[in-house]
């Protein structure tokens, strides 16, 4: 129950095209539903996150779609730029605080090509 | 840019010997976390640390492990009797608002045990 499940392992896209991943949890306690963007040797950088009272959540490029019902979440992204090629990572956890870990998923290593 | 450091970047090791691996924040943080990834998985939740005290550990964070803040500015994990599974990239992350009430990163450490 502690999962998050993500999909898919490894996207290959083309520079201009829409990129989309997805993940799906079943801890019903979990509230808070970051994205991270990894670079080869870096460590994991927030990208976008959302809470289950907004359906949607769009900064730039990056979209999060949320569907509380089917405890599913995605991440758009738009115009996908051969520097958006990095590893990405859904994650959760049970509130926005400080107290609370966060359960990652993964891991989807996207690849944009020129 | 992360508020933290993390030393050393890299740290080969002979199995059994002890390892410690070092955070320093930058500003005031309360929560500070140890989490990490083994080579091309997921990242996983070590343990959580609040007011000098731990608060939440992984089943991973055995007796083998341990972390404290002995100077109340480094931030240590340390590892007793190293194994070759405990190779991985060690990741320190922080509480903090930033651009958004989050997890922050530090860059890593990555730990080879031989």
């Known amino acids: 129950q502690q999962q998050v499940k993500q999909s898919p392992q490894s996207l290959i896209v083309q520079k201009g095209g829409i990129s989309i991943i997805n993940c799906a949890y079943e801890?019903?306690?979990?509230?808070?539903f970051p994205w991270y963007q990894q670079f080869p040797g870096k460590g994991p950088a927030l990208l976008i996150a959302i809470r289950p009272d907004v359906s949607e959540k769009k900064e730039g490029r990056f979209t999060i779609s949320f569907n509380k019902s089917a405890k599913q979440f995605s991440l758009h992204i738009m115009d996908s730029q051969p520097g958006d090629s990095a590893t990405y990572f859904c994650?959760?956890?049970?509130?926005?605080?400080?107290?609370?870990?966060?359960?990652f998923g993964k891991g989807t290593k996207l690849t944009v090509n020129p | 840019e992360p508020e933290v450091t993390q030393t050393p970047s890299h740290q080969v090791t002979q199995m059994g010997q002890e390892v410690i691996l070092r955070c320093v924040p930058i500003s005031n943080h309360l929560y500070f976390y140890w989490y990490r990834q083994i080579l091309g998985q997921k990242v996983e939740f070590l343990v959580s640390f609040y007011n000098n005290e731990i608060s939440e550990k992984s089943e991973i964070f055995d007796d083998q492990f341990s972390v404290e803040r002995p100077d109340g500015s480094n931030f240590t994990l340390k590892i007793r009797s190293t194994k070759l599974e405990d190779s991985a990239m060690y990741f320190c992350a922080y509480w903090g608002s930033g651009d958004q009430e989050t997890q922050y990163f530090g860059p890593g450490t990555r730990l080879l045990v031989l």
């Open positions: 994650a959760a956890s049970r509130a926005q605080g400080g107290s609370e870990k966060l359960v």
């Open positions: 801890n019903t306690a979990f509230d808070y």
